[in-house]
């Protein structure tokens, strides 16, 4: 509940901004400190009396405007205080946003801290309160639920230092109560979300070799980020036997797992059903809260004021690999560490309260800060901590929900880090098979595909997608952005004309796949040395490649290093491993891959230094995944210690080994008594 200290320190905050800003502001003054006093009052009944009804009104403006809108009613607000309380003179609109941008600021920032120490928990209360309330009778939900978090690109021993070093308490504490173990698992290929998460939700992967691929039948690109893409991709692999199909509820994600529920996930958000509509509504009504609405846009605006320091600090500093960091990155950075992971966190509490059996949610801020700042450097342990705090507020709604769950956090794949490719070596991968190739072969314009954008682009589409005035006002505003029912806020360059090349060179991360156009069916290695002479030698020999494999006519899939080739059919080797120092598990992955109908005529995958642990993207990320080598494949799982590890019929090796085991879980292999006995210790303790 808000306490007195609450609201006297806030005041007490609010009146110094107030006093600072006459200070510095020319066209604001105060008469004293009584109209200091009497102006926050009057702020703070116009911000909960008025304020959200016009946020209500607002709302599609608001979107389209990226909250700038927001901004604006904001100021204006100031200006009707400074209109009642003649004490408290603003002068213009400009000069009231400022003010208003400052209080809420400071406000947020001062609740959040040591000073107070309870803002973000006061939040998550009155959050899992208000559900609570509307929840159906624990007596109605006897069988327990199961709630999956991802941390999106967060290794397992990324994960254990920031464990170790104090960063994440709610994870520690689990750990060191002995109620959790925390496990690492291998994720074979290709090391990148859209894969694991079919494999982790459906139980297979089946023809998703990379985030981006060609598609020689439809001779057409196809990116893991653009929702018909990923409706396309999972379509031969849903089954309706998804780890969600029984009463789940999938909630920012890229697969679905057969859920009933959904929402803000990519391979759905193609679909016009009517599962598609409602939950739009349980956006627009995260969004209608002034106070949700205010408190996203204030993190946000402070997320992008940390974003250009942190970018400033690694140039300062010379810190090393670095990429460039220019927008609109701060603004992608600013939605997925703090306006994603809260929605995210609101809408699955909301569906714990109503009593859904298993849910699966993505926490991707970590992903998004280590692909651009380094998977361990303090930009991305913060968000880690950030992270930490979200789980902390599931965990606790658990505990006033109406049916028991478990809280289950994994990822699904980590990052390797490195300089990029073309830091090393001044070339791209494409750059190098242009270089390896005749003129008339010249490869396709490389695509790079920003999935920070794409999520703005389904946070958009999904809001549109309500039964609504509001929306239909979103619908029409964004009428020339908008194909197939789906928006998208980039110019995307037509398919007919991305595609008319002999040759595309898809990167993803530090695996690289090659495709030949003008043949239906895969290349074969004698086919590709006699066509294009030179190819594949280069390829191999070049100092930034650890291998390149092909299918031989003869003898099936081949790796081919520097020194010797490796026979995936046979296991036979000539001359020294290529594979040797990427881990037991490659030669086992790479044949499992090797088959898919939509695989590479060639495939590339960067150097690793097993000494430093480093790899060379082929995309200018800090931070990437997608092929092997190193920390990328090396994800990890926290569970309940009394929850059976072993899977059924395998290691935890691969995504679809995870699927077994959280099915198992899932169906009844909870005991009850014990978990019953858990909840005690829990309730004791709290």
């Known amino acids: 509940m808000i306490t007195a200290k609450h609201l006297t320190v806030n005041l007490a905050v609010s009146v110094l901004v107030l006093w600072l800003c006459d200070v510095i502001l020319p ?7 009584f109209s200091a006093v009497v102006g926050v009052v009057i702020l703070s009944i116009l911000n909960s009396a008025v304020r959200p009804i016009i946020v209500r009104l607002t709302l599609p403006l608001t979107v389209l405007t990226f909250g700038g809108l927001a901004i604006i009613l904001n100021g204006v607000l100031v200006l009707v205080a400074s209109w009642i309380d003649p004490g408290f003179q603003v002068a213009n609109l400009f000069t009231a946003i400022v003010i208003s941008f400052v209080l809420a600021a400071a406000n947020l920032l001062v609740s959040s801290s040591i000073l107070m120490g309870a803002d973000e928990q006061l939040h998550e209360y009155q959050v899992i309160k208000r559900f609570a309330r509307k929840s159906p009778s624990p007596e109605q939900l006897t069988t327990p639920g199961l709630i999956l978090i991802e941390i999106d690109g967060l290794s397992e021993p990324v994960l254990r230092q920031a464990i170790e070093d104090g960063h994440l308490p709610t994870l520690g504490a689990w750990l060191e109560s002995g109620e959790y173990r925390l496990v690492r698992w291998d994720t074979g290929l290709p090391a990148q979300t859209s894969a694991m998460q079919a494999g982790i939700l459906h139980g297979s992967h089946h023809n998703i070799p990379a985030f981006r691929f060609y598609d020689k039948k439809k001779q057409r690109l196809l990116v893991s980020g653009h929702p018909p893409d990923a409706a396309e991709m999972l379509k031969g692999i849903a089954n309706g036997r998804g780890l969600l199909c029984k009463g789940g509820f999938s909630v920012n994600n890229w697969a679905h797992g057969d859920a009933p529920d959904v929402v803000l996930t990519m391979s759905t958000l193609a679909s016009q059903v009517r599962v598609a509509v409602s939950q739009s509504e349980d956006l627009f009504g ?18 992008v004021v940390v974003e250009i320091w942190e970018a400033w600090q690694q140039r300062r500093r010379n810190v090393l690999p670095r990429v460039e960091r220019r927008f609109p990155y701060p603004l992608i950075r600013a939605l997925t560490t703090a306006l994603l992971p809260d929605l995210s966190c609101y809408l699955l509490i909301q569906k714990m309260f109503e009593g859904i059996e298993v849910a699966y949610s993505t926490l991707v801020s970590y992903d998004e800060v280590a692909h651009h700042s380094g998977i361990d450097r303090p930009d991305a342990i913060r968000v880690l ?3 930490d705090g979200q789980i902390r507020w599931v965990s606790k709604a658990c505990e006033l929900a109406p049916r028991r769950y478990d809280v289950v956090v994994l990822s699904d794949h980590g990052q390797s880090q490195g300089a990029t490719f073309r830091q090393r070596y001044g070339i791209t ?18 695509t790079h595909h920003d999935e920070g954008i794409e999520r703005i682009n389904v946070l958009v589409s999904q809001l549109a997608r309500a039964e609504r005035n509001r ?5 029409r505003a964004l009428r020339s952005r908008t194909s197939d029912g ?10 007919d004309a991305r595609n008319r090349h002999r040759t595309v060179v898809c990167a993803s991360g530090n695996l690289g796949l090659i495709y030949f156009t003008e043949w239906p069916e895969r290349l074969t290695l004698e086919a590709i040395e006699s066509r294009f002479p030179g190819l594949v030698r280069g390829l191999v020999e070049h100092p930034g490649i650890g291998f390149v494999m092909a299918w031989s006519e003869s003898r099936g899939p081949v790796v081919l290093g520097k020194c010797g080739a490796h026979y995936l059919q046979d296991g036979s080797l000539e001359g020294t491993d290529p594979l040797a120092p990427f881990g037991p598990n490659a030669a086992r992955h790479l044949q499992e891959v090797s088959v898919y109908p939509c695989q590479g005529d060639l495939v590339v995958n960067s150097l690793y230094d097993p000494v430093t642990g480093e790899v060379a993207a082929f995309e200018e990320l800090v931070g990437s995944h997608g092929g092997l080598g190193g920390l990328q494949n090396q994800p990890f799982l926290l569970f309940p210690a009394r929850f059976d590890l072993s899977d059924p019929s395998s290691e935890l090796i691969g995504a679809p080994a995870i699927y077994r085991m959280f099915q198992t879980w899932r169906d009844g292999s909870l005991d009850h008594e014990s978990h019953e006995t858990t909840r005690k210790v829990r309730e004791t303790r709290c």
């Open 486 to 495: 789906l928006i998208d806020l980039r110019r995307r360059p037509k398919a």
């Open 385 to 387: 901590h950030q992270i």
């Open 286 to 303: 995260y969004f209608a809260n002034a106070y949700n609405l205010q408190r996203g846009l204030i993190k946000m605006a402070i997320e």
């Open 27 to 33: 066209d604001f003054k105060l008469r004293s400190v």
């Open 471 to 475: 929306a239909r006002i979103l619908r």
């Open 429 to 446: 991968l494409h750059d190098l098979v242009t270089s390896l190739l005749s003129a008339e072969y010249a490869p396709a314009p490389a």
